[in-house]
C-alpha cells in the first residue's frame, strides 16, 4: 500500500540553525499538509500546500517556515532560524485531489530537538 | 471556526471490555469526523471517518462511530478491547467549505489495555 515517507526520522540541532525536513507525499496526492506535535500537546495544523502555492497556514507558520516542492516527488518544510520551542515532532500528510476534504495520509515523523 | 474536545487524557479498560472513547466538536458548518490511531513512536492512522450518508461508521481493527449531530459528537466504540488496542487517538474535524482540508485535532486519549 503506498505511504507517506519522511526523512529524517530524528534530527537535533543547534538554536539559529537551519532545518530541513524532508516528506515523500504518495504518488498521485496533489494537496500536502505539514502539522506538528509538542511533546505531550496535540497535532496542531501548520501550512497545506496545492498547486506549487500555500493553500492555508496557521498563525504558528510565521516568516521562519517555508515550504517548497522542489520536484516532482519532494516536499519539504524549512525552518529558517531554529528556536527552543521548534522542538516537536513534524508530521507531512497528502490527500488525493477527489477526497481533499477527507482522508490525509500521515508520515510516521520527524522528531526535531533543537538545543 | 472549529475545535475538537476529547473527553479523558486517559483512559484504562481491561482487556475484553467495551472501549469508549469520548469526542465532541465544534463547527461552523458541516463537518468531516475523524478518528486516528497513533501507536508509540509511529504516526498517525486514519481508524475510520464521517463524511455523509450512514452515521455509523465502522472502521479498522473493529472499532466504530457514530455521528451524533444534535449532541455534536463523533464517539469512538469498539465491544472488546484487545491488547494491542494501546495506544493514543485522536479525533478531528475538518469543515467541508475549507479549502485544501485542514484538520483540528483533539488533545488526544491514551487508552491502556490491563491484562
Known amino acids: 500500500e503506498p505511504e507517506v515517507t519522511q526523512t529524517p526520522s530524528h534530527q537535533v540541532t543547534q538554536m539559529g540553525q537551519e532545518v530541513i525536513l524532508r516528506c515523500v507525499p504518495i504518488s498521485n496526492h496533489l494537496y500536502f499538509y505539514w502539522y506538528r506535535q509538542i511533546l505531550g500537546q496535540k497535532v496542531e495544523f501548520l501550512v497545506s500546500?496545492?498547486?506549487?502555492?500555500?493553500?492555508?497556514k496557521s498563525e504558528i507558520f510565521d516568516d521562519q517556515f517555508s515550504v517548497e516542492r522542489p520536484d516532482g516527488s519532494n516536499f519539504t518544510l524549512k525552518i529558517r532560524s531554529t528556536k527552543l520551542e521548534d522542538s516537536a515532532m513534524y508530521f507531512c500528510a497528502s490527500s488525493h485531489p477527489r477526497d481533499t476534504r477527507e482522508t490525509q495520509y500521515f508520515g510516521p515523523g520527524t522528531r526535531l530537538l533543537v538545543l | 471556526a472549529q475545535s475538537v474536545t476529547q473527553l479523558g487524557s486517559h483512559v484504562s479498560v481491561s482487556e475484553g471490555a467495551l472501549v469508549l472513547l469520548r469526542c465532541n466538536y465544534s463547527?461552523?458548518?458541516?463537518?468531516?469526523l475523524f478518528w486516528y490511531v497513533q501507536y508509540p513512536n509511529q504516526g498517525l492512522q486514519l481508524l475510520l471517518k464521517y463524511t455523509t450518508g450512514a452515521t455509523l461508521v465502522k472502521g479498522i481493527n473493529g472499532f466504530e462511530a457514530e455521528f451524533k449531530k444534535s449532541e455534536t459528537s463523533f464517539h469512538l466504540t469498539k465491544p472488546s478491547a484487545h491488547m494491542s488496542d494501546a495506544a493514543e487517538y485522536f479525533c478531528?474535524?475538518?469543515?467541508?467549505?475549507?479549502?485544501?482540508?485542514?484538520?483540528?485535532f483533539g488533545q488526544g486519549t491514551e487508552l491502556s489495555v490491563k491484562p
Open positions: 463547527s461552523s458548518v458541516p463537518p468531516y
Open positions: 478531528a474535524v475538518s469543515g467541508r467549505s475549507n479549502q485544501g482540508g485542514k484538520l483540528i
Open positions: 500546500f496545492y498547486n506549487n502555492e500555500i493553500s492555508e
